[in-house]
Every structure is written in structure tokens, then in C-alpha cells.
């Protein structure tokens, strides 16, 4: 009979709320980047002289708004990530015959 070790960890309520905000926030970020994406396509039709530099202004906020998101997302997630992973709690180690599982 082989006995298989399982390691566990056992996150606090504290780590639970981090886990929590970490998702919630990823799926903010992605629902802002992809609301970004689709105002491009709703913003007013250039038309005269200028049209040509009013698509490139478009285009250029755009791509800034996105810049810029991206840090937001990059650093916020780079911070709740260091804090779910000190926040993941105590390791449990349980050996268990390999019939049992």
C-alpha cells in the first residue's frame, strides 16, 4: 500500500479578502481596457479639412488611454499579487493510502 503526500494551504481571512480583491480587480482592469478598445469605434466621425488629423488625434488618445491602463494593471497587479501570495497561509502536509482518494 503506497501512501501519497498532499500539501495544502489554509488561507486566513485576511489572505481571502486579498484573493478577492485580486480577482475583482483583474476583471475591472479587463472590463476597462475592452470598454477603451470600443470607444474608438463610437467616437464622431472627422469630417472637413482636417479629418485626417482628427482620425490620427483619435487614434493617438486611444492608444494613450491604453498606455496607460496597462501600468495601472501592470503595478496593481503586481502589488495584489506579491500580497495573495504573502497572505496564502500555513502549509498543511497530509499523507493518505492511495486506495482513499
Do not use: H
Not at 482592469?29 to 482636417?50: H, I, Q, R, S
Not at 479629418?51 to 494613450?64: E, L, M, R, Y
Not at 496593481?76 to 498543511?92: E, H, P, Q, S
Amino acid at each position: 500500500m503506497n501512501k501519497v503526500i498532499i500539501e495544502e494551504r489554509k488561507r486566513g481571512w485576511f489572505g481571502k479578502i486579498i484573493k478577492i480583491t485580486f480577482y475583482i480587480f483583474n476583471a475591472f482592469m479587463a472590463l476597462w481596457f475592452v470598454l477603451t478598445v470600443m470607444t474608438k469605434t463610437d467616437l464622431p466621425n472627422c469630417t472637413g479639412e482636417f479629418a485626417d488629423a482628427c482620425n490620427a488625434g483619435q487614434s493617438v488618445g486611444v492608444f494613450a488611454s491604453l498606455v496607460l491602463l496597462a501600468v495601472v494593471w501592470l503595478i496593481g497587479g503586481a502589488i495584489l499579487g506579491l500580497l495573495l501570495l504573502a497572505t496564502r497561509g500555513k502549509k498543511i502536509i497530509r499523507e493518505v493510502s492511495e486506495n482513499a482518494q
